[in-house]
């Protein structure tokens, strides 16, 4: 059974930083390309960030481009996101999301974790 | 950017209602566009992929079609379990999501 666990968000003053990460099992992690996907409090959805499956390839959305990282680690089947100089509007929970391949589709989410940016 | 046009903003119906959303994009996708269905709380579930392949487990009251900048997801037979928000996603370059559609109990 796939399944893809988000960790790390909490409550982060603006300007700070966190880090998500998402634990992945069921699958080859190897061979898939991952995403970020996001949604702030009663609101649609949002593409954030996709790494390929080799992690060489790798785009961000405008909003996030310069404050937002992601990489992954094949060996532990992990996939992470280092966000810094966060801001209000990026309070959201944070999704994982599998990429099926060849063209995207997402076919596996995870449960999602919440980041809230306040002071 | 290609901007994702997707309506009605929500919807009332009931059991065994057909229901239809509508995405518009702002320039020709070919066929790259997949809906999701959110439940409250959950996070999204895939539907249906490349306009109209359904996912596997989805039933067959759901169907999309459409192509270029027009694409449409038909609920055949409204069913309780369907109760839901309803997202399309552009795909053509990297990614754009509808703004959703919640459908609720009329």
């Known amino acids: 059974e796939v399944q893809l666990v988000e960790s790390g968000g909490g409550l982060v003053q603006p300007g700070g930083s966190l880090r998500l990460s998402c634990v992945a099992s069921?699958?080859?992690?190897?061979?898939?390309?991952m995403h970020w996907v996001r949604q702030a409090p009663g609101k649609e959805l949002e593409w954030v960030s996709r790494i390929s499956s080799d992690g060489s390839s790798i785009r961000y959305a405008d909003s996030v481009k310069g404050r937002f990282t992601i990489s992954r680690d094949n060996a532990k089947n992990t996939l992470d996101l280092q966000m810094n100089s966060l801001r209000a509007e990026d309070t959201a929970v944070y999704y994982c999301?599998?990429?099926?391949?060849?063209?995207?589709?997402?076919?596996?989410w995870g449960q999602g974790t919440l980041v809230t940016v306040s002071s | 950017d290609i901007q994702v046009t997707q309506s009605p903003s929500s919807l009332s119906a009931s059991v065994g209602d057909r229901v239809t959303i509508t995405c518009r994009t702002s320039q020709n996708i070919g066929l790259y566009l997949n809906w999701y269905q959110q439940k409250s709380g959950k996070a999204p579930k895939l539907l249906i992929s490349v306009t109209s392949t359904l996912q596997s487990g989805v039933p067959s009251r759901f169907s999309g079609s459409g192509s270029g900048t027009n694409f449409t997801l038909t609920i055949s037979s409204l069913q309780p379990d369907d109760f839901a928000t309803y997202y399309c996603q552009q795909t053509y370059t990297i990614s754009t999501f509808g703004r959703g559609t919640k459908v609720d109990i009329k």
């Open positions: 069921g699958f080859t992690f190897s061979s898939y390309w």
């Open positions: 999301a599998r990429d099926k391949g060849i063209v995207v589709v997402l076919d596996s």
